[in-house]
C-alpha cells in the first residue's frame, strides 16, 4: 500500500468517514496502544529532562486529540446512518478512560522532570554524623595517630583501618571527653593488640580512660588531665539487658590487669557518676597509670 493510499484512508478516517468499528479499533485503540508504551518506556528512567517532558505532553496529546475527534466523527456519521447510540456512547467512554490513563502518565513523567539526588542510607548516615564528631589524624612521621573528639559509634572501625593501612604508628595520642563505652573497648582492644602506646595531651575523661589505659607505656603532658567517674548505677532500667555493674567490675578487671593499683581503683569506682575526679599527676604516677615521665 502506497504513502498516498494510506494518507487516503488516514484522512477518510479524521473526516468520520470510515466505519465506527475500524475507526475505534484499528485508528484509535491500536495508536493509543504504542504511545502508552511508548510513555511507559519513559517512565522507567529516574530522571527525565523538563524539556523531553514537554515533547512527549505535546506529542501525546497532540496524538491523543486528533484520535479522538476521528472516533468522534465516525461517531456522528454512525448516527446519522443507523441511530444506534449506545456503541457510540462506549466509544466516548473509552476515550475518557484513555484520558485518565495518559494523564497518570503525563503526571509520573513530571515527577520525573524534579531531580531527586540518591538517598543516603540510614546506617551510612549515621556513620557520617558520628564520624562528625572526632578527628583522626597521622603525624608527619606516621608513628602517632591522634583520636580528637568524642569515643563515637563506628570509630574502632575507621581507627582499625588506619592502623592496618599505617603500619608505622607506635602511640595513640588521645583528647576526648568520652563516650560509647563499647567502642572505647573496642579501641583498647586495638591498642593493645598492637602494642601502642597512649599519650594525653590534652584531656581524657569517661570512656577515653579505658583507651589510655590500655597502653604499653602511658604519658602524660604537664598541662593534661586525666577524668574518672564511677557507671551510673541508677540508668540500669533505661538499658535493657546490660548490668552496669557487671560492666564496670569487667573494666576494673582489665585496669588490674594493666597493673593499676587497687587502692587507686577504689577511688574511680567510688567516684560520683554526676561528677568527674581528676588525679594529680602525682597520684597518676603512683598508681601506675603513667608509665612513662614525661
Known amino acids: 500500500m502506497s504513502y498516498r493510499a494510506w494518507m487516503d484512508v488516514i484522512l477518510s478516517f479524521l473526516r468520520g468517514e470510515r466505519a465506527l468499528g475500524p475507526s ?62 449506545a456503541p457510540v456512547w462506549g466509544s466516548y467512554v473509552a476515550i475518557i478512560i484513555v484520558l485518565f490513563i495518559f494523564g497518570t502518565q503525563w503526571l509520573g513523567l513530571y515527577q520525573r522532570t524534579i531531580w531527586k539526588p540518591e538517598e543516603e542510607l540510614f546506617t551510612t548516615k549515621m556513620d557520617r554524623l558520628h564520624a562528625s564528631t572526632y578527628d583522626l589524624s597521622l603525624s608527619e612521621d606516621g608513628r602517632v595517630l591522634t583520636l580528637d573528639g568524642d569515643v563515637a559509634l563506628g570509630s574502632t572501625k575507621i581507627i582499625r583501618n588506619l592502623l592496618s593501612e599505617s603500619s608505622g604508628v607506635e602511640a595513640l595520642a588521645l583528647n576526648s571527653k568520652g563516650g560509647n563505652i563499647y567502642e572505647a573497648r573496642g579501641i583498647a582492644r586495638l591498642v593493645s593488640e598492637g602494642n601502642l602506646d597512649t599519650r594525653i595531651d590534652g584531656e581524657c575523661s569517661s570512656a577515653c580512660t ?31 539487658n546490660v548490668d552496669i555493674a557487671e560492666e564496670q567490675s569487667r573494666d576494673r578487671a582489665f585496669f588490674e590487669n594493666q597493673a593499676i593499683d587497687p587502692e587507686f581503683l577504689k577511688r574511680i569506682f567510688n567516684s560520683p557518676h554526676n561528677a568527674i575526679w581528676y588525679p594529680e599527676r602525682s597520684e597518676l604516677e603512683t598508681a601506675g597509670v603513667i608509665t612513662t615521665p614525661d
Open 24 to 85: 475505534f479499533w484499528f485508528f484509535f485503540v491500536a495508536p493509543c496502544i504504542i504511545v502508552y508504551a511508548a510513555l511507559a518506556g519513559v517512565m522507567t528512567l529516574p530522571y527525565v529532562p523538563l524539556i523531553v517532558f514537554v515533547c512527549l505532553l505535546v506529542a501525546s496529546l497532540s496524538i491523543f486529540a486528533t484520535l479522538s475527534i476521528g472516533v468522534i466523527r465516525a461517531g456522528e456519521a454512525h448516527v446519522a446512518a443507523r441511530g444506534s447510540l
Open 210 to 240: 579505658i583507651i589510655f589505659i590500655s597502653g604499653a607505656n602511658r604519658s602524660m603532658g604537664r598541662s593534661a588531665r586525666l577524668g574518672f567517674h564511677q557507671y551510673r548505677l541508677d540508668s540500669t532500667a533505661n538499658i535493657p
